[in-house]
């Protein structure tokens, strides 16, 4: 029989967090509320507002209305749902509602009237009372407002106007007043200058920083250079740099004149069987090139490796421009924009989008980066990425790679990581690229947000191989578009430093001092800029919440024994036992120029002269059969990947596998959706719902559990019901990594002695001073007095490092 | 599994065994697996070769062991030295053996074992290709229904008395046109579940609330003389007599009246399918039919306004008048509206299928990829077809108002237009039974032409009536259970088992053309129902996300950009297709954790139970109360 009523469900009532929230406002009921209910940064002021405004709700959010009040403050439009939650005047500022859009986001302002729409500038005049406001945003969001019958008049047309009026299209000048906004009170700045940085991610800032890397990567024959420190020998390169070990620091000054920037071959993982990877700009070729320096040129290039094969990536990968043209065409197509006059039909919308080319240079970059890490998988060579500048596809291939090869990079914490190694402190021109000030329109490329969307491809080919969700690329996304992080403000990590009016003023001598463990004094006390990476500044705690999810496998693999994993690969290219062959990969083929490397060819690379011969073909052939496992993707069965954390995560590149990122280009695409399933939304993946379902089962386990543990008469009973689960979670290989388990397991002595189950207590007796104080950290809270809340969180537990936001969530 | 070894070897023999995507590789790895599993080791070469040299002792004695063989499936001839040309990895030899059900290459000499297996049922056409080439080679093409081609060359036989393996294969591939029965008719696999009591119509017309006051069932069809392509029992309103059924149903195109399909449980707006009138070039009325559309509006209360949907374009429809046809005026339907939803006729869509199958197969250009199928209007047809069902929802849930749906003879296009509407409207069928059913229903007993569209059996391939009008109602629903994830019981392996078995004719579910004809041959005696197989392994099928809803509408998106290619089905031949994560698998291990994780829930809030019991003298107002279990729905 069908029976009961024929609901149709207002979906926000169905979502997890909303319901959550809703039940709690159910308590709020009879006080009276602050019908304004923004809750304002330090120094904010409301300019305008309209009650009775209804929000259109996107699909992921569940489609449908929202109604509330409509603010417009110097620094965002913000809405408020009429049920939200009373601001709590002590917590920490949040830069923006889960509705909210800064103005700088802002792209255009449409005024929807009964008959027209209208573009709103600055200086026009609106001639008609608007009944709609849609606000298309740079990060290719659209927001929809729709004004009701009782929204005073005068209050839509104020706000439509204050918006239009106050939000910048971006241009010089501009942007400080929005920072300003933003982050200028006193309070605001002082609470910043409070706030630590994660200390669970690796900053690369300091020495330490990078020595750690070597260490977790398990690399040897590398060390840390501060010959850079004072940013005198390129100024694009961060302070530290790894070269091999073998290269003393003047032997290595004089390195930087044969790289175009001073940017020399500098190392940046190290694959677990043994393979390095490096990355360098082009070479100077109109150098002299001296006996000695080459001897050194060619240790800077091969680290402790036989083999190095060189990667071309300045010709057949799309320059910025081109990358800039497809996604000026993919955002036009996707935000079907009402205001302008393109409007591409649905029929033509899969043809228009192919023109684009965006998804092309998507699949070129993936390609490159597949071709790098099955070369890696071979073993015991150093792979050099080579671009003119190394400020652009050089850090969209070397991330790529390592999102790929290594399970760490796939964790929020990781990715971080590999964002500060990679692009941050690397050098890639955020600040030109981005183009906030409006002022290069001819850099202005979004290199980042290529890189972002490759990492979805891999995402969404490979969901659960990630701890980080769609949801926080799409955060980071959406955060680029601010220009408020530090992380982004700048080009390079000199002009940051200056910035922060931190150039290290003492001379540090090489190999020296040990920086100081970070959130010491050395802390910038007078940063404006908050790195992106503080998202407690920037999203509540629901939205955080669906930054990860839990990995099926450990995302730590075992420790490695100084990288060597490598043992019964065929070493092909060991027959052919040339030291020093070089070989060029350029358009997927292994070659060997003469002029590779410009000391070898013409009559300076005497030196070498003797050992260059001609590379047999096995070795080529050897190397092509490498590259070849990745074009045919036939090399494994996914059976056996399955279980190889350092099988690499090789995308399909096929025409049809390499896809438009819906969720986030579609978002604006506001479509007459009624209703939609309470649990579903158009692209959120199934895999986020279950987790939310397992982790409500968990809850109510540790509750469950927990309850009878405080029973004092039998104690024992529920800690083996719950070990017995952990190895039954174990077993079964699915939700929960193994790690956990020791974390989980109440022990009857508590106490830093513990240590020695965690994973992370391998390092603690290599690296003394930051490990400890980390280790410290973690037990006050490991073995503190909230333990069941410790087991019921998922997060990146079972690592190295701690779950990221532990320590200020609870 | 353990319920029978039978219902294993079925899974193993079938092409369907692809998990979900990939093609013949990956069942392959599956079979390597299975071995290593079986032999509990980890050296795979070794393993393989002594497997290879099993297979080569096993072929001197044809054996049952290495084909896994049906019951009353018979080896039929076999041939060494046959050369499949693949596509993907080039000329592969190997032995060919043609059973009466299947079509079985095998090849040892690679690593790993090459296997291809297919019901004979897909091949929509055997042909030679060119003459023998100067080496006494033959070649030939075998063309499938399921979006593939393959091509064998063999050596010409030098004693030309004996048949080669492609005559062989070419008499049973097409049972039919050589006076012979189809495999299902000899297929005797006992299971568990008889599928043929999944759709009882009295049964489902009950759940929907029928008979009620306005609404009864007929028996006016109860022996197929009003309408040959109907099912016996009709649900008509209660005001018109049989007697006025039978002049209406000279009125319509194949005597197809317009019966209802769905009422909706609260408004008792509903849901009729019909053929079109036939008003002709002159505008010919029928008193009774404009009598029984007016009392299907009356049956709802809630609104005054019958909307009258023609899934055709408007040019067809008025063309149709020529030939008889035509649709309803506004004159002679007063309060009726007439949409016209513009969706094209069977040869169309047979015509974009062809396309898409040269476009996905057996290459496919990356760099043009998407204006390749854009090209097909594949999507566009897709498209087309869910927002005619969106609208058709819409009226009925937002609009409360009762419509009819039809095109020419009313068993394409509306049964597509129906049943869309219908998993729209109503949870139950978005559960695997109430899928069944509704399939049953919608398709089987209302008369889609299987027999006709597909050409079980039947060696004439360029057949008109031939169009692949099930699979693209099937890539609808796909589609709809990309957009919302957990609202479907079944998982896309349904989906494609479904798919695989509409061609292979091993179960009789989609043989003949109508339920009269149907029961003539006695096909529920004579084969088995695919919902047995089905029904016997649910767990196969389950969607873990699926979360039940009983009364939630799904409206979904249908623009172009919000719809996707079904690459795991039209594409899954190629092997660079694979799929990156084992997602069946995943899926039945989530399955796993979540029944196991809800059994230790149970036990350990019973525990909490018992002890706050024995010690509720401590404390008060246990919290324990609080837990509810966790709903879940496996």
């Known amino acids: 029989m069908l029976t009961g009523s024929k609901t149709t469900f207002k979906v926000r009532q169905m979502v997890p967090d909303m319901k959550e929230r809703m039940l709690s406002h159910s308590n709020f009921h009879a006080r009276g509320r602050d019908v304004l209910g923004l809750c304002c940064l330090p120094g904010e002021c409301v300019l305008q507002r309209a009650v009775l405004v209804r929000k259109k709700l996107s699909a992921k959010e569940g489609g449908g209305w929202l109604s509330g009040t409509l603010f417009c403050t110097h620094f965002r439009v913000a809405f408020v749902p ?53 606000l298309y945003c740079r990060d290719l969001r659209v927001l929809c407002f729709l004004f009701d019958r009782l929204t005073p008049d005068t209050q839509a047309e104020e706000i439509t106007y204050t918006i239009a009026k106050t939000y910048q299209p971006l241009k010089p000048g501009t942007i400080l007043s929005f920072q300003n906004a933003a982050l200028g009170s006193i309070e605001m700045k002082q609470f910043l200058s409070n706030r630590r940085r994660d200390p669970d991610m690796n900053w690369f800032e300091c020495s330490a920083d990078w020595e750690q890397e070597l260490e977790r990567t398990g690399a040897t024959g590398w060390r840390v250079s501060s010959v850079n420190d004072r940013f005198e020998m390129s100024t694009s390169l961060p302070r530290f740099s790894v070269v091999p070990q073998r290269v003393l620091d003047t032997e290595l000054k004089k390195t930087f004149a044969h790289f175009n920037e001073g940017r020399i071959p500098r190392w940046c993982w190290r694959h677990p069987r043994g393979s390095d990877l490096l990355r360098m700009a082009s070479f100077q070729n109109n150098i002299y090139h001296e006996k000695d320096d080459i001897r050194n040129l060619e240790l800077v290039l091969f680290g402790g490796q036989q083999l190095c094969v060189i990667v071309d990536l300045g010709e057949e990968m799309p320059s910025p421009a081109d990358i800039q043209l497809a996604h000026t065409r993919l955002r036009t197509l996707c ?15 899969l043809s228009t989008l192919e023109s684009t080319r965006w998804l092309d240079y998507t699949r070129c970059c993936l390609r490159k980066a597949a071709e790098v890490a099955c070369l890696l998988r071979g073993g015991h060579m150093t792979v050099v990425l080579q671009e003119p500048e190394d400020r652009d596809m050089n850090c969209v291939v070397c991330s790529l790679v390592q999102v790929m090869c290594d399970p760490h990079c796939r964790t929020v914490v990781g990715f971080q990581g590999l964002l500060q190694k990679e692009w941050i402190t690397a050098g890639h021109k955020f600040l030109s690229r981005i183009n906030y000030h409006r002022d290069c329109d001819k850099e202005e490329a979004p290199v980042f947000l290529l890189f972002l969307d490759c990492v979805w491809q891999l995402w969404a080919q490979y969901p659960a191989r990630f701890q980080l969700t769609e949801h926080y690329l799409l955060a980071l996304h959406d955060s680029v578009h601010l220009p408020l992080f530090s992380s982004f403000l700048a080009n390079c990590q000199r002009e940051r430093c200056r910035r922060s009016q931190h150039l290290p003023q003492s001379y540090t001598p090489v190999n020296g001092l040990r920086e100081l463990p970070m959130g010491a004094p050395e802390e910038p006390v ?86 260059r011969r001609a590379p047999s073909s096995e070795g080529l052939s050897g190397l092509e059969r490498l590259i070849r496992a990745c074009s045919l993707s036939e090399t494994s069965d996914s059976t056996t990947t399955l279980h190889d954390p350092y099988e690499p995560l090789l995308p399909l590149l096929f025409g049809p596998c390499v896809r438009v990122w819906r969720g986030c280009y579609l978002r604006g695409a506001l479509h007459a959706q009624a209703f939609s399933h309470p649990m579903s939304s158009c692209s959120q993946h199934p895999l986020e719902q279950l ?30 019901l719950e070990s017995n689960l952990n190895q039954n979670a174990n077993n079964g290989t699915f939700l929960f990594s193994s790690s956990r388990t020791s974390q989980q397991q109440p022990s009857p002595g508590r106490g830093p002695a513990q240590s020695s189950i965690l994973p992370r207590a391998q390092r603690t007796a290599s690296d003394p001073p930051r490990a400890s104080q980390k280790n410290n950290g973690k037990h006050t809270f490991l073995f503190g007095h909230q333990e069941p809340q410790s087991v019921s969180r998922y997060g990146p537990s079972p690592s190295a490092k701690l779950p990221k936001h532990k320590g200020n969530s609870h | 599994m353990e319920e029978s070894g039978s219902v294993e070897s079925l899974c193993s023999s079938t092409t369907t065994r692809s998990d979900l995507s990939s093609g013949t590789r990956r069942s392959d790895a599956e079979l390597r697996v299975r071995t290593k ?25 044809p054996s049952k062991e290495v084909l896994p063989l049906l019951p009353e499936e018979i080896i039929q001839d076999a041939a060494k030295d046959v050369t499949y040309i693949c596509p993907f990895i080039g000329p592969i030899r190997g032995t060919l053996t043609v059973t009466n059900y299947r079509l079985f290459f095998r090849c040892t000499d690679r690593e790993p074992v090459f296997v291809l297996d297919l019901p004979l049922g897909v091949l929509s056409r055997v042909e030679k290709i060119g003459a023998a080439t100067s080496r006494g080679d033959v070649s030939y093409g075998l063309v499938c229904k399921d979006v593939r081609n393959l091509r064998f060359v063999h050596k010409e036989l030098e004693d030309s008395l004996k048949k080669s393996v492609f005559e062989v294969l070419m008499k049973f591939a097409f049972p ?123 049956a709802n209360a809630q609104s005054h306004k019958l909307f009258i949907f023609d899934a055709r374009p408007t040019v067809n429809a008025a063309a149709n008048k020529m030939k008889g046809g035509g649709y309803e005026s506004e004159d002679a339907y007063q309060n009726a509206e007439l949409v016209f939803l513009d969706i094209h006729n069977i040869h169309v869509m047979r015509e974009s299928l062809r396309k898409l199958k040269e476009v996905v197969y057996p290459n496919i250009e990356d760099s043009h990829w998407l204006s390749n199928l854009e090209s097909t209007h594949w999507l566009e047809h897709i498209k087309l077809i869910l ?8 009226k009925v849930e937002s609009g409360k108002t009762s419509v009819v749906v039809h095109c020419s003879d009313g068993w394409d296009r509306t049964a597509q237009l129906t049943s869309l509407a219908l998993i729209m409207l109503d949870s139950h069928y978005r559960t695997i039974r109430g899928f069944q059913i509704l399939l049953e229903k919608e398709w089987l007993s209302f008369g889609h032409r299987f027999q006709l569209r597909l050409g079980h059996g039947d060696k004439n391939h360029t057949d008109a009536d031939r169009s692949p009008i099930f699979l693209q109602f099937i890539d609808c629903v796909w589609q709809m259970t990309r957009q919302f994830p957990a609202a479907f019981e079944f998982n896309e392996y349904f989906l494609i088992t479904i798919l695989d078995h509409l061609y292979s004719c091993l179960f009789g579910t989609f043989l003949c053309n109508s339920e009269q004809q149907r029961l003539k041959e006695e096909v529920p005696k004579r084969t088995v129902s695919l919902w047995s197989f089905v029904n016997s392994q649910l767990e196969e099928f389950v969607n873990p996300l699926y979360v039940h809803y009983p009364s939630h509408v799904l409206f979904p998106t249908v623009g172009i950009r919000h719809l996707q290619l079904w690459v795991s089905y039209y594409i899954r031949w190629n ?59 496996v």
């Open chain 1, 691 to 720: 987790a939310w379902e397992v982790q409500q089962l968990r809850d109510k386990l540790a509750q469950a559990s927990v309850r009878p543990h405080q029973n004092q008469s039998k104690r024992q009973e529920p800690q083996r």
């Open chain 2, 176 to 298: 039919v046109s050589n006076n012979m029965s189809l495999f299902a008719f000899e297929y005797k696999q006992v299971f568990p579940v008889n599928g043929w009591k999944v759709y009882d119509p009295l049964a489902e017309y009950k759940r929907q609330g029928l008979p009620n006051e306005s609404w009864r069932i007929s028996k006016v069809n109860d022996h197929y003389e009003l309408c040959d392509s109907y099912p016996a029992a009709l649900v008509v309103p209660v005001t018109i007599t049989d007697e006025e059924l039978r002049r209406v149903s000279s009125f319509r195109a194949k005597g197809r009246i317009p019966v209802l399909s769905w009422i909706h449980p609260e408004s008792q707006a509903t849901v009729v399918r019909s053929s079109q009138p036939m008003v002709g070039q002159n505008g010919r009325r029928c008193k009774e039919d404009e009598k029984l559309l007016q009392a299907i509006m009356d």
């Open chain 1, 526 to 611: 007078d940063p404006p800029f908050p790195p992106v990476w503080d998202w407690v500044l920037q999203y509540s705690s629901q939205r955080r919440a669906r930054f990860t999810q839990p990995v099926s496998q450990p995302a730590y693999p075992p420790p490695l024994l100084n990288g060597n994993l490598n043992t019964n690969l065929d070493r092909i290219w060991h027959n052919d036992g040339l030291p020093g062959s070089v070989f060029l990969l350029s358009r997927s083929s292994f070659s060997c120029p003469s002029n590779l490397l410009p000391w070898r060819s013409g009559n300076s690379g005497s030196y070498w002269k003797s050992h």
């Open chain 2, 387 to 394: 927002a005619g069902a969106l609208r058709i929802a819409d």
């Open chain 1, 335 to 349: 935000l079907g924009d009402i205001s302008s006059s393109v409007s591409v039909p649905d029929d033509k919308w």
């Open chain 1, 82 to 134: 009429q049920d939200s939650r009373k601001p709590d005047d002590n917590a920490d500022p949040v830069l923006l509602g889960d509705h909210d859009v800064a103005l700088a986001s802002i792209d255009k302002v449409v005024a929807v009237g009964p008959s027209r729409s209208k573009l709103v500038t600055p200086s026009c005049s609106l001639k008609f009372t608007p009944e709609e406001l849609v």
């Open chain 2, 575 to 633: 092997p660079r297709m694979r799929p990156q994560e084992p997602v069946h698998q995943r899926y039945k291990e989530l399955l796993a954790k979540r029944a196991e994780l809800q059994k230790r829930v149970e036990e350990l809030q019973r525990e909490a139970a018992n002890r706050t019991a024995s010690s509720s003298s401590e404390r008060t107002g246990s919290p324990t109360l609080s837990i509810t279990p966790v709903q879940t729905f």
């Open chain 2, 37 to 61: 599993l079986q032999h509990n080791t980890l050296h795979s070469v070794p393993k393989t070769a002594t497997k290879g040299k099993a297979f080569e002792k096993v072929y001197k004695d």
